[in-house]
């Protein structure tokens, strides 16, 4: 599995972004979770959205709710992460991450294919 994430930036506080994530080399009929993980300068990768693999489950991390959405289209092997509201403590590599699993995956050790990373700062 080959994971492409895009749409990182420098935007504002208050500001939004949406980030996608595409994947490749997926089992035909194959079911993956997919989610979003996080990681600011010196701090560890951190769990910020998971979604089943048909999108009727999702997590959030508590930093997240209300602010963020995650979403997937299954037919375009996307999976996105809508953020609103965004705040200076957003900023960090995002990371979009798949495993063969039904339900939500929050551990970055339960997913085996991870995309290289895409920067989103937060300014004020």
């Known amino acids: 599995v080959q994971l492409q994430a895009s749409g990182g930036g420098s935007v504002q506080a208050g500001d939004s972004l949406r980030l996608s994530c595409a994947a490749s080399g997926l089992t035909s009929g194959g079911w993956y979770a997919m989610g979003w993980f996080r990681q600011a300068p010196g701090k560890e990768r951190e769990f910020v959205a998971g979604?089943?693999?048909?999108?009727?489950?999702?997590r959030y991390a508590d930093s997240v709710k209300g602010r963020f959405t995650i979403s997937r289209d299954n037919a375009k092997n996307a999976v996105y992460l809508q953020m609103n509201a965004l705040k200076l403590e957003d900023t960090g590599v995002y990371y979009c991450?798949?495993?063969?699993?039904?339900?939500?995956?929050?551990?970055?050790?339960?997913?085996?294919?991870w995309g290289q990373g895409t920067l989103v700062t937060v300014s004020s």
């Open positions: 991450a798949a495993d063969r699993f039904f339900g939500v995956r929050i551990g970055a050790r339960d997913y085996g294919s």
């Open positions: 979604i089943s693999f048909n999108g009727g489950l999702t």
